[in-house]
């Protein structure tokens, strides 16, 4: 049998839980959007020549969302760590559609 301390905190614990399942919806709503950005980027790509990997525009976007997480007070390390993997993904996505090994 559970306390009613450890009753309350588990139905606390379930609305968080809530929470943060809307918020990993909006998360995954916002890639979706976001990838099919990548989709419109990938035929300017194809049309122009360029390559997926762009290393001056990846290093711009991971000092802008480091910038953006510091005013938000998400850890900036946090946030570069996660961009870093979207943006590697995203290449390698890229780099599949432009028909190119990398």
């Known amino acids: 049998m559970i306390s009613e301390q450890e009753a309350a905190a588990r139905r606390l614990l379930k609305d968080l839980r809530g929470e943060i399942d809307a918020i990993d919806d909006r998360l995954?709503?916002?890639?979706?959007?976001?990838l099919g950005v990548v989709e419109r980027v990938i035929a300017i790509k194809?049309?122009?020549?360029?390559?997926?990997?762009?290393?001056?525009r990846v290093e711009e976007v991971v000092a802008r969302?480091?910038?953006?997480?510091?005013?938000?007070g998400l850890?900036?390390?946090?946030?570069?760590k996660?961009?870093?993997t979207l943006i590697q993904w995203t290449i390698d996505y890229e780099?599949?559609?432009?028909?190119?090994?990398?």
């Open 28 to 34: 995954v709503d916002l890639l979706a959007a976001r």
């Open 46 to 56: 194809t049309d122009a020549g360029i390559p997926a990997l762009l290393p001056d």
């Open 65 to 72: 969302v480091r910038s953006r997480a510091q005013d938000t």
């Open 75 to 80: 850890p900036p390390d946090l946030s570069e």
């Open 82 to 84: 996660l961009w870093r």
């Open 95 to 102: 780099d599949a559609r432009l028909g190119r090994d990398g």
